[in-house]
């Protein structure tokens, strides 16, 4: 604020607390003299297009309205510096328009766009989201899950299949494995009990009076051999599809 803009809030601020008013002129000069050197940097108005302007009559009003002390030149440097501090905190810097190499002017350039924006003069320059593209990797892989998740079938609603998990636990497990892209032993064969693609593991039931195996039961875990070969399975076709990607 210049000198005439102090001098109109003070006789403000006495209009609305004549009981506290200088008693004489040297007096009146003295706090004019002081309140102008500590209020300079603050503004007598500031607008903003969110409505959140700052008028220091009015902060001089409420101080009046609400302490019972006389009003100091902190009353209101204090609430602008909070006011000025929120505006600013909304405002994201920028690049300026001169060289970064100019540190001096390169600073100057920030503080004069933010005390400009403080006072109303600029609005708040909004973040800005980073936008990146897609990564062709995680489009393939998507692609690939996708793939697997349609080739175990679906022939049931997904409430009822989700209702029906606990009953079914292998295929469960399938399409747990296919929608998260990881490793499906059933998806290659097993070299150690021979079961095929698609078939859980076995192991053979022994008739004790006979030597042969009139059987086999199903695993509820694949053999170890199968979960390694279908880690490297997967592997290889993850290489394959971030090269061709």
């Avoid at 003070?10 to 004019?32: G, T």
């Avoid at 062709?136 to 022939?155: F, K, Q, S, T, W």
């Avoid at 296919?178 to 078939?199: F, I, N, R, S, Y």
């Avoid at 039961?217 to 490297?232: G, L, Q, T």
Wanted: hydrophobic residues 40%; positive net charge; contains cysteine.
């Amino acid at each position: 604020m210049e000198r005439p803009e102090i001098a109109a809030l003070l006789a403000h601020v006495d209009r609305l607390a004549p009981e506290r008013a200088p008693q004489s002129k040297a007096a009146a000069a003295e706090r004019l003299a002081q309140w102008s050197t500590l209020l300079a940097h603050v503004p007598a108005t500031a607008q903003h297009p969110d409505g959140r302007d700052w008028d220091v009559a009015q902060v001089a009003a409420r101080h009046i309205a609400t302490s019972p002390y006389p009003i100091k030149p902190s009353d209101v440097g204090g609430p602008w510096e909070t006011y000025r501090a929120d505006v600013i905190g909304r405002h994201h810097d920028p690049a300026p328009a001169v060289d970064p190499d100019d540190e001096a002017a390169y600073r100057a350039a920030l503080r004069n766009t933010r005390q400009a924006v403080a006072v109303g003069a600029l609005a708040p320059a909004p973040q800005h989201a980073i936008e990146g593209r897609p990564s062709p990797i995680r489009a393939v892989r998507d692609a690939e899950a996708a793939r697997r998740l349609a080739a175990l079938g679906d022939y049931v609603p997904k409430t009822v299949r989700d209702a029906l998990a606990a009953y079914r636990p292998q295929r469960a497990e399938r399409e747990r494995l296919a929608a998260a892209d990881l490793p499906d032993p059933l998806d290659v064969a097993c070299t150690w009990c021979q079961a095929p693609v698609g078939q859980s593991c076995r192991v053979r039931r022994i008739n004790p009076r006979k030597h042969d195996a009139i059987g086999y039961r199903p695993m509820s875990k694949p053999h170890p051999c199968r979960v390694d070969d279908a880690a490297a399975y997967y592997a290889a076709r993850r290489r394959e599809q971030e090269t061709a990607a």
